[in-house]
């Protein structure tokens, strides 16, 4: 079972649970098919953790977790010809369901290559910093429960407005409102825009944020990955790992942010779902960067 499954009331809607499918003539309950397996690097033959794994299109997903394995659900009569595995760091891979044991899939993926430009670096006596995005909180919230170990690979962020001067990202803030959780580790990213949507990433690999009980701001420290923005991005949160008590209901709230009318909200289900422009307010969630 994914998390995607336990989500009942709020921020993803139940489309997003295929465990259990209607019929549309007689409501008959369809049986589901499990599909499991391990991701590892082709190189050193080490388990890689969160990786997007999922079906390009749908809402079905799950990430990879901290041993490299995966569970994903799917009723039994979903055409899936093949999985796709996804990451910042690595080339995405295909896998063909019928050329696999569905209770055992071993998947090695290609680390990426990636070509590194020549940096100018120059002193300065004094940075100014600016904050682009929503850094004021309001009253209203969004959030879920019924949460397990693992995310599911869905995403929530903002589009950010370039405005003609190249700016440097210090940090990545967002708030979150209510966290009953021991702590959290969340998946930060940098989307390049393409025909209007998000496309490929700027991060040449994770970008984690951490948080534990009773945190209201949440920020990354992005300065030492020299990540220089000359164009509008999308920039993302996911929830990715998820500790607490067996005990309780393990909520989880974000709030909205005010102010900031050029950004846009952007959401997806699960990590290879469609993009949406979504209808809710933005998250309180910021860039502080300097020009």
Request: proline share 4%.
């Amino acid at each position: 079972m994914t998390a995607a499954a336990h989500i009942c009331r709020v921020w993803f809607s139940s489309r997003y649970a295929f465990t259990f499918l209607l019929t549309s003539m007689v409501g008959q309950v369809l049986v589901s098919q499990t599909v499991k397996g391990k991701v590892i690097d082709d190189d050193t033959g080490e388990p890689i953790p969160y990786i997007s794994i999922g079906i390009p299109n749908s809402n079905s997903g799950v990430i990879s977790r901290e041993d490299g394995s995966f569970e994903l659900q799917l009723p039994e009569d979903f055409d899936v010809e093949a999985l796709w595995f996804s990451h910042v760091a690595y080339e995405k891979t295909r896998v063909n369901l019928s050329e696999s044991d569905h209770q055992d899939i071993r998947v090695a993926l290609t680390p990426r290559s990636y070509s590194i430009p020549d940096v100018e670096v120059r002193a300065s006596k004094r940075t100014d910093l600016h904050k682009l995005g929503r850094f004021k909180s309001s009253k209203t919230t969004t959030g879920q429960d019924g949460l397990q170990e693992y995310g599911w690979g869905g995403e929530w962020g903002t589009l950010i407005v370039y405005e003609n001067t190249p700016y440097q990202i210090h940090s990545i803030s967002f708030h979150t409102r209510f966290n009953s959780l021991d702590s959290l580790l969340f998946r930060i990213n940098i989307y390049q825009i393409k025909e209007g949507e998000p496309a490929a990433s700027i991060l040449k690999s994770d970008l984690f944020a951490r948080s534990v009980k009773g945190d209201k701001w949440i920020t990354v420290d992005c300065l030492e990955r020299n990540l220089w923005i000359e164009e509008d991005v999308i920039v993302t949160m996911e929830p990715v790992r998820f500790w607490y008590h067996k005990k309780g209901s393990n909520n989880l709230f974000y709030t909205h942010g005010k102010g900031y009318s050029e950004g846009t909200t952007w959401s997806r289900k699960s990590s290879f779902a469609p993009w949406e422009i979504d209808k809710r307010p933005p998250l309180a969630m910021y860039l502080t960067v300097s020009y």
